[in-house]
């Protein structure tokens, strides 16, 4: 296809787009329209795009998609991590966000937390090419990694092969660990740092953020202790006060005899206000 035909037809699928989100900021079309800047290059608009769009609808995961495809492709590899796991939150079989995230764990380095993302991704979308072929091309032998690190690929096979059995394991990465922490879920989240950080010893940011988690739990932990009334606690007011109580005069309380187990019932109090009324009339 000629490039300059492909280029126009681009800028006019832009201006539709523009028309109909100026006229309805709450539209979708945002998602097409970040998606026609981003292949022209103008991925400065394509974020603008849909970072306006998922602000409008913070609920629609197809844009959150979109947006960490254009933040990967900046090199914005954490920030994209982040939009990936927007995505997922809101549908977790998302098509889009599980390449996208596999992806970019390819471009670290991390072809196993890769191979785990695609493998989850066939069991939603089994007649996905897209994930088949990747998932093929992951599994084809690799000469040049054999004759680098050969001890390692012998400390990795039992691991290839037990990997289709752990398919259904949660996913030890730090987007799902966010995951996890926007639903409140602290221990989980933790228990995934350190499952990456076993597997990665010198990663300082998984580090730092088992060390925040740990604070923000027990701060969660203390706040939670210190609202609850214990059950055997004493109460501060033990006998309710009457009418009667409040009304009687001096005499009356003077008069009340000392350590009687009565003193406080509505009989011995109307007692004592009837004799205390009948003394006062005598001294009159």
């Known amino acids: 296809m000629n490039p300059a035909k492909s280029g126009g037809s681009l800028i006019g699928k832009i201006g539709s787009y523009l028309q109909i989100f100026t006229k309805d900021p709450s539209s979708t079309a945002f998602v097409p329209l970040a998606e026609a800047y981003r292949q022209i290059g103008l991925l400065d608009d394509a974020l603008e795009a849909t970072r306006l769009g998922t602000t409008m609808l913070p609920h629609f995961s197809p844009g959150f998609s979109t947006m960490g495809r ?40 991390e072809r196993d937390l890769a191979r785990k993302i695609l493998r989850q991704a066939a069991e939603f979308h089994p007649d996905d090419g897209k994930i088949t072929d990747m998932l093929i091309a992951l599994d084809l032998p690799r000469p040049w990694a054999e004759i680098k690190q050969a001890s390692q690929l012998k400390q990795r096979t039992p691991r290839l092969e037990t990997a289709s059995e752990e398919a259904v394991e949660p996913i030890p990465t730090a987007t799902l660990a966010e995951i996890y922490v926007k639903q409140g879920l602290l221990d989980k989240a933790i228990n995934i740092f350190q499952d990456i950080l076993k597997q990665n010893p010198e990663n300082d940011t998984a580090r730092q953020r088992i060390k925040q988690l740990q604070e923000l739990s027990a701060v969660a932990a203390d706040k939670s202790a210190n609202q609850q009334v214990p059950a055997t606690a004493t109460p501060l007011v033990t006998q309710p006060v009457t009418d009667a109580q409040e009304l009687k005069p001096t005499s009356a309380i003077s008069s009340q005899p000392q350590g009687s187990s009565d003193d406080h019932s509505p009989l011995t109090v109307l007692m004592r206000w009837l004799t205390a009324i009948k003394q006062g009339r005598a001294n009159v």
Not at 74 to 79: A, V, Y
């Open 70 to 109: 254009i933040l990967g492709q900046m090199g914005r590899i954490d920030e994209a991590m982040t939009a990936y796991a927007r995505a997922l939150s809101m549908d977790r079989q998302s098509q889009a966000a599980l390449v996208g995230l596999a992806r970019l764990h390819l471009v670290r380095g």
